[in-house]
C-alpha cells in the first residue's frame, strides 16, 4: 500500500460525530427557553407594549413569542384608561392576557369654513381649526371665534371612547350705514316695549286667575235649603196654622151646643128617703 493512500482509522469519523453532537446538545442547552404571549382586548386598535416595546395593536395577529420569565404589559388607546400589568412567560406554555380598558374621554374633531379659528371648550382655550382633542366624559360647552365673524356656539355630550365631529359654520359681521343702524336702534326699542307690555300683560292675567282660583263659589239658592233660617220660620207658620184651626173649629162648636140649650130648665129627679 502506498504511503499518499492510507485510510484513515475507523475510530477518528466516530469520534468527530460524536463531538459535534455533544457541542450541539451543548449549544441547545445554552439556548434560553421561550413562550408566548397571547392579548385578549374588546377594544380594538389600542397599541400593545411589551417591555417598552411595541409589539402590535389589539387583535394582535399572532402570539408574541417571548423569553421566559417575567415581563412588562402595557395597552394604551385614546379615550382609555391605560392598562399595566407584570406577567411571567414559563417555557413552551403560552400565556393569555384579557385586558379591559375603561373608557375615559372622547375625541372632539372640531372644524370652521374659516380655517385658524379660535375654539373655547367650556371658556378654555383649546387651540385653533381645525382641532382633534381628547375632551372628558360629560356635558360641555363649545365655542369657536375669529375676528370679523359671529361666534360659533354649541354644545356637546361627550361619550367615552367615541369620535365627535363639529363644523362650524361662521358668518362674517354685515356693515350697515348710520342710517340703517338707527333704525334697527329703534326696532330694538320697540321690540323690548312690546315684550314688556305681553310680560305685563301675561302677569296681570295670571294674577287675575289666581284670585278667580281663591274667590269661592256662589251657592244656589235651593242648595242646603234646609239650613236657612226662612225654611224654618215658614215652616213653623204652618205648623201654627194647622195646630190653631182644629181648635178654633172645636171650641166654636161647643159654644153652639151651649147656645142651643140655654133656657132649659133641667130637673133633676127626687129620691125619697
Known amino acids: 500500500m502506498k504511503k499518499g493512500n492510507r485510510k484513515l482509522p475507523r475510530w477518528i469519523p466516530a469520534l468527530a460525530a460524536s463531538f459535534l453532537v455533544l457541542a450541539g446538545t451543548s449549544v441547545q442547552a445554552r439556548k434560553p427557553a421561550t413562550g408566548w404571549l397571547e392579548v385578549d382586548s374588546l377594544v380594538k386598535g389600542a397599541r400593545v407594549y411589551v417591555d417598552g416595546k411595541p409589539v402590535g395593536r389589539t387583535p394582535l395577529e ?16 385614546m379615550g382609555f384608561s391605560p392598562f399595566k400589568s407584570t406577567f411571567i412567560i414559563r417555557p413552551r406554555r403560552k400565556t393569555t392576557i384579557e ?4 373608557p375615559l374621554s372622547g375625541l372632539v374633531k372640531v372644524t370652521s369654513n374659516v380655517e385658524g379659528a379660535e375654539v373655547y371648550i367650556d371658556n378654555r382655550l383649546a387651540g385653533k381649526t381645525p382641532l382633534v382633542k381628547e375632551v372628558l366624559v360629560g356635558k360641555h360647552e363649545i365655542l369657536v371665534v375669529r375676528e370679523g365673524y359671529n361666534d360659533y356656539e354649541t354644545r356637546l355630550a361627550v361619550i367615552p ?10 358668518t362674517p359681521f354685515r356693515e350697515y350705514t348710520p342710517e340703517a343702524r338707527q333704525l334697527l336702534e329703534k326696532k330694538k326699542i320697540e321690540q323690548q316695549l312690546v315684550d314688556k307690555l305681553a310680560k305685563e300683560a301675561a302677569a296681570k292675567a295670571e294674577m287675575e286667575a289666581r284670585k278667580g282660583a281663591e274667590r269661592p263659589a256662589a251657592v244656589p239658592w235651593y242648595k242646603d235649603f234646609y ?10 207658620a204652618v205648623a201654627a196654622v ?3 184651626v182644629p181648635v178654633a ?13 140655654h133656657g132649659d130648665t ?5 129620691v125619697g128617703r
Open 62 to 77: 399572532k402570539p408574541v413569542r417571548l423569553a421566559a420569565g417575567k415581563h412588562r404589559l402595557k395597552v394604551t388607546k
Open 161 to 170: 371612547g367615541k369620535r365627535h365631529f363639529i363644523e362650524a359654520n361662521l
Open 99 to 102: 385586558v379591559q380598558l375603561l
Open 227 to 236: 239650613r236657612k233660617w226662612w225654611f224654618w220660620t215658614a215652616v213653623g
Open 242 to 244: 194647622a195646630v190653631a
Open 266 to 270: 133641667i130637673r133633676l129627679p127626687l
Open 249 to 261: 173649629m172645636t171650641v166654636r162648636g161647643t159654644q153652639a151646643n151651649l147656645d142651643a140649650h
